[in-house]
C-alpha cells in the first residue's frame, strides 16, 4: 500500500500525489477547507484503498484540520468530492469516498457538473461556489475533455487548471473548444484583482530540462520540473495552439520549455 504524499500548501489548503509506486499517472488532487465544507479536487488513479490510500489520506487530512480549528467551523462538517475533468487518472478514487459520511461525490458528465455548480450558460458562465468564508470560482474548460473545469481559489490565488495546464503534454482532443478555453483563461486571469498568484495542475511530466518531457509509463522522475506554473504560461500555451493542425492534420507536437502542446484530435 503507498500512502499520498501530503503537503499542506498552507493552513487550510493540501495538496495530494498519487505515488509514482502506485500509478504511473501521479496525478497531484487538492483538498481547500472553508467553515462549511471542504472540497476535493479529484481522486485519482487507482479504485483499490490497498493500493493508493485515498480516504485515509483525505480523512487524516480533514481530521487534523478540524481539530486545529475546533471553533470555526459548522457541524456536520461536509465534503465536497469535485473533479477538474472526467479522465480515469482522476476520478478513479471516487468509489473509495462515494460511502463517507457527509461526502457528496459531483458527477462526471457535463450535464452533471453543469447542475452541480449552477452554470447559467455553459461553457461561458464563471460561477461562485462558496466553502463558508472562502469562495472558488468555477470556470467552464472544455476541449481536453468535455466536462473539464478550472478553479480559482480566491484566498490563496491558486488556478487550478488540471490537464489542461500543466507541466507536461497538453492533449487537444478539441481544439476549437481548447482555445475559446484558454482565451477564457486569459481573460479571467486579465481581470482578477488582486492578481493570479500561481497555476497548478495536475501532473508533472516535464524534467527540468526545457523541453524535455518524460514519457508516458515512466515511474521514476528524479528530475522533474516543478508542479507551479507563472499565470503567463497562459499565452504561452495559446500561442502553441496557433502553432497546432487542424482537423484532419497529422498529430502534431509543439514542444515549449516548461509544456509539450500535443494536437490530438479524434
Ligand atoms: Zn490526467
Request: aromatic content about 8%; some cysteine.
Amino acid at each position: 500500500m503507498t500512502a499520498a504524499d501530503v503537503t499542506w500548501l498552507d493552513p487550510d489548503t493540501v495538496q495530494l500525489r498519487q505515488p509514482k509506486a502506485s500509478h504511473w499517472e501521479a496525478p497531484f488532487l487538492f483538498l481547500l477547507f472553508g467553515r462549511d465544507r471542504a472540497i476535493l479536487f479529484d481522486t485519482g488513479a487507482t479504485s483499490d484503498e490497498r493500493v493508493f490510500a485515498l480516504r485515509g489520506a483525505v480523512d487524516g487530512a480533514i481530521e487534523t484540520w478540524l481539530r486545529k480549528h475546533p471553533a470555526r467551523f459548522a457541524r456536520p462538517y461536509e465534503l465536497v468530492v469535485a473533479h477538474t475533468h472526467a479522465h480515469g487518472d482522476h476520478i478513479a478514487g471516487d468509489a473509495l469516498l462515494a460511502a463517507r459520511p457527509g461526502t457528496t461525490v459531483v458527477g462526471t458528465t457535463p450535464a452533471e457538473v453543469i447542475a452541480f455548480f449552477g452554470f447559467p450558460s455553459w461553457p461561458d458562465a464563471v460561477v461562485p461556489f462558496d466553502l463558508g468564508g472562502r469562495v472558488i470560482d468555477v470556470i467552464g474548460a472544455p476541449g481536453h475533455e468535455p466536462s473539464a473545469v478550472v478553479y480559482y481559489d480566491r484566498a490563496t490565488r491558486i488556478l487550478f487548471t488540471g490537464d489542461t495546464v500543466c507541466p507536461g503534454n497538453l492533449y487537444v482532443r478539441d481544439r476549437a473548444q481548447f482555445v475559446q478555453t484558454i482565451d477564457r483563461l486569459i481573460r479571467f486571469r486579465d481581470a482578477t484583482k488582486p492578481r493570479i498568484k500561481t497555476v497548478l495542475g495536475a501532473h508533472v511530466e516535464m524534467s527540468t530540462t526545457p523541453g524535455v518531457d518524460y514519457p508516458p509509463g515512466t515511474v521514476d522522475q528524479p528530475d522533474e520540473a516543478p508542479l507551479a506554473l507563472p499565470p503567463s504560461i497562459l499565452d504561452e500555451v495559446r500561442a502553441a495552439l496557433d502553432v497546432t493542425g487542424k482537423h484532419g492534420a497529422p498529430k502534431k507536437r509543439v514542444v515549449r520549455d516548461r509544456f509539450i502542446l500535443v494536437d490530438d484530435q479524434r
